[in-house]
């Protein structure tokens, strides 16, 4: 197992559009979360799956924001309706319980 | 979840001990200590976590005060490469998500 991918490592895209992350958690972890980090800020909690449940979502989540995890293994993260205050890296990590998270590389968007 | 405060930057020379401290106060009884790194660009890194007894593994040391509201990180023989920006995080385990609280972190300089 390589750990947690995460796919596209940057995304550019215009004001408006739509667009779509993929996390793809270490095998067998249970728990998956995903995080937004802006230049100069340590990473922000958005939301967290356990399985393909999803129990918690931060009010950083806005309605434009949906995440999905539909068989409980990988997950994605859509932004509609794209605004330049988006732009951040998003990061996804993964954890078999409540034992130690690992993350991903993350996803570098940037809104023009 | 318990604050941390962590220095906002240190500086260490290449091959000595990397001490970075953390203090949480607040901390709780059932609040286990998290040690996590970021190099630039890249998803955070996993280094250690303890609950009040001194942790070692392959990366560096935990030592936690005995009252527990402080911590120092020992990176024992700092490289190049631990330049990075250090979090200290408080967690609950067993919680409902164990979702990471990060603050702005402790930038490590390693000095050639």
């Known amino acids: 197992d390589t750990g947690v991918s995460q796919n596209p490592r940057h995304k550019i895209t215009k004001r408006g559009q739509n667009v779509t992350f993929r996390c793809d958690p270490i095998s067998e972890h249970n728990r998956l979360y995903w995080y937004r980090q802006t230049l100069g800020q340590g990473p922000e909690f958005l939301t967290y799956?356990?399985?393909?449940?999803?129990?918690?979502k931060s009010r950083l989540l806005s309605d434009r924001f949906s995440a999905e995890r539909p068989k409980g293994s990988f997950s994605t993260l859509e932004i509609q309706r794209t605004e330049q205050g988006d732009s951040a890296m998003y990061l996804c990590a993964s954890s078999l319980g409540s034992l130690e998270a690992f993350f991903g590389q993350g996803t570098r968007l940037t809104v023009v | 979840d318990a604050k941390t405060t962590q220095p906002t930057s240190m500086d260490c020379a290449e091959g000595r001990a990397a001490n970075l401290p953390c203090n949480h106060s607040?901390?709780?009884?059932?609040?286990?200590v998290y040690w996590y790194r970021q190099i630039h660009s890249q998803g955070p890194q996993y280094i250690i976590h303890?609950?009040?007894n001194n942790e070692t593994n392959e990366m560096a040391s935990l030592i936690i005060t005995e009252d527990r509201k402080s911590s120092t990180l020992i990176l024992p023989h700092a490289t190049l490469r631990d330049t990075a920006v250090y979090y200290c995080?408080?967690?609950?385990?067993?919680?409902?998500?164990?979702?990471?609280?990060f603050g702005t972190g402790t930038l490590l300089a390693v000095q050639p």
């Open positions: 799956f356990q399985n393909e449940a999803q129990l918690e």
């Open positions: 303890g609950l009040k």
């Open positions: 995080i408080v967690r609950l385990h067993g919680g409902a998500t164990n979702k990471l609280i």
């Open positions: 607040t901390i709780s009884g059932n609040e286990y």
